[in-house]
């Protein structure tokens, strides 16, 4: 265990249970980004990507099992110190070597239910998600049919579409036999999942809402539809359990090396071999979180590298212009500079001259550079296409 939530009583918070659900979905996008970074330098790792579900799914029924088997929680729960507990408490008597011969009762998860177990959370999610990309496939597949005009859109051996003059080739192409049932089947099923698979998936959503939303105002034990059908409610470790739990363990190991059969020789590599297994199991849950922050904090590293690379250059802004001088033979500025230099009255319809930067009345201004085609002040070159009006008069 790793985090303990705050809270009273052995049933979970909500919190601690939606942390618990959502922490495979987070983990399975830190392990696809890290391969993902490792693929870059070593692209035989593609090939693990391009089976991202069969692989993820292997690795959560290995660590699925083995917390189920040692701790009767799901790797998630076991993480944030959860346990699963059957409704129906069974009892057993004591064994006969004790002096008393009372009935005790034993929450322990039954091999039945923690196969099912895996079963809903490993199984299902794995055949959810190839669903999910089969409904990908056909939808896109519709909307090509749409677009182009085609009854039948087929797909290469990667899932890609094809295009047009390759789609009409393979059209041609076994037009001499007939289609095989294999291929019949495949484009049925996949026409099947299209149509089903939105019922099923917002059934699916829609009855987990209800039992998080009924679990969350304490209506209800169960905080979804597959912990309601397999008879389990998540509560709280105690310290005693997480000893029993601790010795359980030490229990299952010792059978386990006590099994074993050969030459000696035979038993020295088994027994070596089970200790880097259980090595491994029992900081399996500390390393891949202690990975996946790692991975994040490198991705929010050089994602901030790469912005501050990318990021163009700031510079100061240039300084003004120098202000033009005033001409020997050109009229003098006013001492006042709310007044034309042309007629020395306050300026009407005031407009600058865009060469020189001074600004007169529109009427004086326009007269000037039209009959002398230069700055009045500056006697530089102008045009009555460069006189521009001004809104406020400075």
Same mark, same amino acid.
């Given at each position: 265990?790793?985090?303990?939530?705050?809270?009273?009583?052995?049933?979970?918070?909500?919190?601690?249970?939606?942390?618990?659900?959502?922490?495979?979905?987070?983990?399975?996008?830190?392990?696809?980004?890290?391969?993902?970074?490792?693929?870059?330098?070593?692209?035989?790792?593609?090939?693990? &990507?391009?089976?991202?579900?069969?692989? *993820? =799914?292997? #690795?959560? +029924? !290995?660590?699925?099992?083995?917390?189920?088997? /040692?701790?009767?929680?799901?790797?998630?729960?076991?993480?944030?110190?959860?346990?699963?507990?059957?409704?129906?408490?069974?009892?057993?008597?004591?064994?006969?070597?004790?002096?008393?011969?009372?009935?005790?009762?034993?929450?322990?998860?039954?091999?039945?239910?923690?196969?099912?177990?895996?079963?809903?959370?490993?199984?299902?999610?794995?055949?959810?998600?190839?669903?999910?990309?089969?409904?990908?496939?056909?939808?896109?597949?519709?909307?090509?049919?749409?677009?182009?005009?085609?009854?039948?859109?087929?797909?290469?051996?990667?899932?890609?579409?094809?295009?047009?003059?390759?789609?009409?080739?393979?059209?041609?192409?076994?037009?001499?036999?007939?289609?095989?049932? &294999?291929?019949?089947?495949?484009?049925? *099923? =996949?026409? #099947?999942? +299209? !149509?089903?698979?939105?019922?099923?998936?917002? /059934?699916?959503?829609?009855?987990?809402?209800?039992?998080?939303?009924?679990?969350?105002?304490?209506?209800?034990?169960?905080?979804?539809?597959?912990?309601?059908?397999?008879?389990?409610?998540?509560?709280?470790?105690?310290?005693?359990?997480?000893?029993?739990?601790?010795?359980?363990?030490?229990?299952?190991?010792?059978?386990?090396?006590?099994?074993?059969?050969?030459?000696?020789?035979?038993?020295?590599?088994?027994?070596?071999?089970?200790?880097?297994?259980?090595?491994?199991?029992?900081?399996?849950?500390?390393?891949?979180?202690?990975?996946?922050?790692?991975?994040?904090?490198?991705?929010?590293?050089?994602?901030?590298?790469?912005?501050?690379?990318?990021?163009?250059?700031?510079?100061?802004?240039?300084?003004?212009?120098?202000?033009?001088?005033?001409?020997?033979?050109?009229?003098?500025?006013?001492?006042?500079?709310?007044?034309?230099?042309?007629?020395?009255?306050?300026?009407?319809?005031?407009?600058?001259?865009?060469?020189?930067?001074?600004?007169?009345?529109?009427?004086?201004?326009?007269?000037?550079?039209?009959?002398?085609?230069?700055?009045?002040?500056?006697?530089?070159?102008?045009?009555?296409?460069?006189?521009?009006?001004?809104?406020?008069?400075?």
């Amino acid at each position: 265990m790793l985090f303990q939530v705050g809270g009273q009583g052995a049933r979970p918070t909500f919190f601690e249970m939606s942390a618990a659900q959502q922490l495979p979905a987070s983990l399975r996008a830190a392990l696809t980004y890290s391969l993902g970074v490792f693929a870059l330098r070593r692209p035989l790792l593609h090939k693990v &990507l391009d089976y991202e579900d069969e692989f *993820f =799914a292997l #690795l959560m +029924g !290995v660590l699925e099992s083995h917390s189920l088997r /040692t701790t009767d929680g799901s790797f998630s729960e076991s993480l944030y110190g959860l346990r699963r507990r059957p409704i129906k408490v069974s009892l057993k008597r004591n064994s006969p070597g004790t002096e008393s011969s009372d009935k005790v009762s034993d929450s322990a998860l039954r091999k039945r239910q923690k196969i099912l177990s895996v079963v809903f959370l490993v199984v299902l999610p794995y055949c959810k998600s190839k669903l999910q990309s089969i409904y990908n496939k056909e939808r896109e597949a519709r909307l090509q049919a749409t677009l182009w005009g085609q009854d039948d859109v087929r797909f290469d051996e990667a899932g890609f579409v094809l295009d047009q003059e390759q789609t009409s080739q393979a059209q041609t192409e076994p037009s001499t036999g007939e289609v095989s049932n &294999l291929a019949r089947f495949r484009k049925n *099923f =996949a026409s #099947l999942i +299209g !149509v089903c698979y939105p019922w099923i998936h917002a /059934t699916n959503e829609g009855l987990s809402f209800a039992y998080q939303l009924l679990y969350l105002l304490d209506a209800t034990a169960f905080y979804s539809p597959a912990l309601h059908v397999l008879g389990l409610h998540v509560c709280r470790a105690t310290g005693q359990e997480m000893m029993d739990s601790s010795s359980r363990i030490s229990r299952i190991r010792n059978r386990e090396l006590a099994r074993l059969r050969g030459p000696p020789w035979l038993k020295a590599v088994q027994r070596v071999f089970l200790s880097c297994l259980y090595t491994t199991l029992d900081y399996a849950q500390t390393g891949l979180i202690a990975a996946v922050f790692f991975f994040k904090m490198m991705e929010w590293w050089y994602q901030s590298a790469e912005e501050r690379m990318s990021a163009p250059a700031v510079y100061p802004p240039p300084p003004p212009p120098p202000i033009p001088k005033v001409a020997k033979d050109g009229i003098p500025l006013p001492p006042d500079r709310t007044l034309c230099p042309l007629c020395c009255q306050k300026r009407a319809n005031p407009s600058v001259l865009s060469v020189s930067g001074f600004v007169f009345c529109y009427s004086c201004v326009f007269k000037s550079v039209s009959q002398h085609k230069r700055c009045p002040v500056t006697l530089m070159p102008a045009s009555v296409e460069q006189i521009r009006r001004l809104f406020h008069d400075l």
